[in-house]
């Protein structure tokens, strides 16, 4: 049981994720198996060599998105913020999540296992320590 909650919390995570960076700039592959009434997700937990910035998108829902974003060589997302609440976990590296911008900024670190819920339209920053692999769940509107 606990192994299946730590895969669904996973899972969605990455979804959420990947719709805070942008899926302009990830690659657009689904990694999942489909039931009648569930979906298997299959995510790396391990950082391999690749692009200083990959997204892999796991799932697609009608009111969430899971994906796995990579961050390599100590790179660094622009701030941004999006419009549903969303969840991040990280599952392999270390890095650092900022919340907000300027004085006011909260800095938290991203370890495997670290899981955060963040509210809808709070500017946020990811960057790697060297390199982090997370899971972003996107809550979605109705």
């Known amino acids: ?20 960076i942008g899926a302009s ?9 489909t039931g009648d009434n569930y979906t298997i997700l299959n995510f790396e937990n391990e950082i391999g060599d690749g692009k200083d910035k990959e997204v892999k998108m796991l799932f697609e829902g009608e009111r969430r998105k899971i994906a796995q974003l990579t961050l390599r060589n100590e790179t660094r997302l622009e701030s941004h913020s999006v419009e ?4 991040l976990q990280c599952i392999a590296g270390k890095g650092e999540l900022i ?9 938290i670190e ?3 296992g670290t899981c955060i819920t963040v509210e809808a339209n709070v ?19 109705e």
């Open 84 to 87: 549903e609440p969303f969840i």
């Open 1 to 20: 049981m606990r192994k299946l909650y730590l895969f669904i919390t996973k899972l969605f995570i990455t979804v959420i994720f990947s719709f805070f």
């Open 110 to 112: 991203l370890l495997p």
């Open 123 to 141: 500017i946020h920053d990811v960057v790697s320590q060297p390199a982090i692999s997370i899971l972003l769940i996107r809550l979605l509107k």
């Open 99 to 107: 919340i907000g911008e300027g004085e006011t900024a909260e800095s």
């Open 25 to 33: 700039s990830a690659t657009l592959e689904v990694y999942a198996q």
